[in-house]
């Protein structure tokens, strides 16, 4: 039996797929794109350029279908949906990445726990009512949520307050609902932001920060030696700035009793910057000029005792001031009284 | 945007919302402007080229002053960024083609990328020998299918300029990265080639010699039956046809440039899938299924395990249960096993 006949006619109707080229042909399926590396032929460039051009494209495209049709594929109702890779070239980007939002609180602790959201089932919009067997809005016009305020009859229990209004209720409800997720979602966009942006944004941190830095600092020069031979402890800062001046021990005299004198008069100058004891206080008092209830006080207010007293014992008086110390004290703060 | 825009309205945040960027990207939208005076030819070509790119392509209807190309420190060139810049944040849109046609530089055409709101890189050709689509008898593709593209010649893998102008097209036409397709959707396909490479061409220094033209067909395929799953493909010229020869063009910022090659980190279900790296064993047969090859390591047939191995007595065959005796010579292996253990 002579086949080769058969075959030859077969042949002739199906076309081959092969594609010959010198270098193979750099298929990106990603892209559905192909570069053909093989260069151009002049001669047939030069004797035809359409039919050159159109052969060239042909070889191309069919490396590419080549290479198209052998990727793995879904059936999908309108034909054979092919799955393609990932492209090969790189090609730059329209916009910068995103930036990776923090979880919110609620994502945090589904994904501690485990748990995965109804993904694939969204909240209908319409929701079935046996009451009326129809499809009712969740929300929107004529909505579910707010039938309970808008129906003209409600059922109240017997036990109910008679001032209690079911259209109030149960529209405070709703917004009560409103405003949490309200408040959840700016808890949310903070908690995103507060992560996101560096300390530098937050002012009372900064300002907290360097109280402590300037105390520290503080009590570190506050030894004998100006903290100068002090060990210094793991991960302290180096002390920035600590720097003291000697004058000269040769210089003129009348300078240094200018001195001597300027500092005794800034300490004698105002009462609140320097600290005094019970002794030399009354020096001052005994400068005062007030009346017997007035007292001077060492800020340098005038406090006025009578008034004071009246204010403090609501009118009873200073006796009954002393009566009300007394039980206190036996009683001591809680009121209960000393244990023995 | 000159100031943030506040959305007023779910409709308008939905919108900025969809401005974002995104780890995957859409397709860019591509903004087709006139300049100053342009002229049948390029009238035409930027009429097809929209054709071929819609629905992401916007046209512009009135003339503008635009001049891409002119220096930064002119009032002209700075002008023309910000309009560029402009235009692209109102619309969204990422690629420019600028029509424009001057005597020094007859049917200009230019093609501009952005990255982030600024201006990425531009090249500038001259059309020539344009054939419309109207005058190419036969039927075209329809409008919104994703075009097959085939670049030809060895320039396109070594020649910086080429290799720039094919970024170009690619990022105009196919930039889009997409999951799946229909096999039966694969309606054109556009053929980007050069003339022969001349001798001289260097592609290394900037060489006085002129680069070779860039002819771009598009044809439309067909699907002939073939012996296997594959049909093979004919073409038909359809469509606008042109010659480009390169004239200006300039390069991206290599700081702008890196950030906008950005990869988003492979996340590990990715990994897993074997994106990361190459997928070895696996293979599509002609079926289309995808198979995979499994590599047991290798046993040591000596130290086989074949006392619990019922099915290799002698007398398995010949008594009916084979699940009973398997199942009672068990539990009197177990139950000596336990005697044993007691005492």
Do not use: C
């Amino acid at each position: 039996m002579d086949v080769s006949n058969i075959l030859a006619d077969h042949a002739e109707k199906i076309k081959s797929t092969e594609v010959e080229t010198d270098t193979p042909l750099d298929v990106d399926a990603g892209f559905l794109t192909v570069t053909d590396p093989n260069p151009i032929d002049g001669e047939s460039y030069e004797s035809s350029l359409e039919t050159h051009l159109l052969s060239l494209a042909r070889t191309g495209t069919q490396a590419l279908l080549n290479a198209l049709f052998s990727l793995p594929t879904t059936s999908s109702p309108d034909g054979p949906l092919a799955q393609l890779p990932a492209p090969t070239t790189q090609l730059p980007r329209t916009k910068p990445l995103p930036k990776i939002k923090p979880l919110t609180k609620w994502e945090q602790f589904a994904k501690a726990k485990g748990i995965q959201g109804k993904s694939k089932e969204k909240r209908e919009k319409k929701v079935w009512d046996e009451e009326r067997q129809e499809w009712i809005n969740r929300w929107g016009k004529d909505a579910k949520n707010k039938q309970v305020e808008e129906q003209w009859i409600t059922e109240v229990p017997m036990n109910a307050d008679i001032d209690f209004d079911p259209r109030k209720a149960a529209r405070d409800e709703r917004k009560a609902r409103v405003t949490k997720n309200q408040k959840q979602h700016e808890a949310n966009a903070a908690r995103a932001q507060k992560t996101g942006s560096s300390a530098s944004s937050n002012p009372e941190r900064e300002a907290h920060k360097k109280d402590l830095e300037r105390t520290l600092a503080m009590s570190r020069t506050s030894t004998a030696s100006m903290g100068k031979f002090d060990r210094k402890l793991e991960g302290e800062k180096k002390m920035k700035g600590i720097k003291r001046k000697f004058d000269p021990t040769e210089g003129s005299v009348s300078a240094e009793s200018k001195a001597a004198l300027d500092l005794l008069s800034k300490m004698n100058s105002d009462a609140r910057k320097t600290r005094m004891t019970e002794a030399q206080r009354p020096s001052k008092k005994s400068r005062t000029s007030h009346g017997g209830n007035e007292v001077e006080d060492p800020e340098g207010k005038v406090l006025n005792v009578r008034k004071a007293v009246r204010f403090a014992s609501k009118g009873r008086g200073g006796a009954a001031l002393g009566r009300e110390r007394e039980k206190a004290g036996k009683l001591g703060k809680s009121g209960k009284g000393k244990r023995r | 945007m000159l100031r943030t825009v506040k959305p007023k309205n779910a409709r308008s945040k939905r919108a900025m919302e969809a401005r974002q960027p995104k780890e995957v990207e859409d397709a860019r939208i591509a903004i087709f402007v006139k300049g100053t005076k342009t002229g049948e030819v390029l009238n035409g070509v930027m009429k097809d080229m929209m054709a071929l790119k819609r629905p992401d392509a916007i046209s512009f209807s009135k003339k503008n002053v635009i001049h891409p190309l002119d220096a930064q420190n002119t009032a002209s060139g700075s002008s023309s960024m910000s309009s560029l810049e402009f235009w692209s944040s109102k619309n969204d849109a990422s690629m420019f083609v600028i029509g424009q046609t001057s005597k020094k530089r007859p049917n200009d055409l230019t093609f501009v990328r952005m990255f982030d709101g600024k201006v990425l890189d531009i090249v500038e050709a001259g059309v020539e020998n344009y054939v419309s689509m109207e005058s190419v008898p036969g039927s075209k593709s329809t409008p919104g299918h994703k075009p097959l593209m085939h670049f030809a010649s060895e320039l396109f893998d070594t020649h910086p300029r080429f290799i720039q102008l094919k970024s170009m097209l690619m990022s105009l036409f196919n930039g889009e990265v997409v999951e799946s397709i229909y096999l039966k959707g694969l309606e054109h396909v556009i053929s980007v080639s050069l003339a022969p490479t001349p001798a001289t061409l260097n592609t290394t220094t900037e060489s006085a010699t002129p680069l070779p033209k860039v002819h771009i067909r598009t044809y439309t395929t067909r699907l002939l039956a073939s012996g296997s799953r594959i049909p093979r493909v004919e073409l038909t010229p359809m469509g606008p046809s042109m010659d480009l020869v390169l004239r200006r063009h300039t390069n991206p910022d290599p700081e702008l440039l890196k950030q906008a090659m950005r990869r988003p980190k492979l996340k590990k279900t990715d990994v897993e899938k074997g994106l990361g790296k190459k997928r070895k064993n696996l293979d599509v047969d002609e079926m289309g299924d995808l198979r995979g090859r499994v590599h047991v390591g290798k046993q040591d047939l000596s130290r086989l395990q074949t006392r619990k191995m019922k099915g290799l007595k002698a007398g398995a065959f010949e008594d009916g249960g084979d699940d009973g005796a398997g199942d009672s010579g068990s539990d009197d292996d177990e139950a000596s096993n336990k005697k044993r253990k007691l005492s």
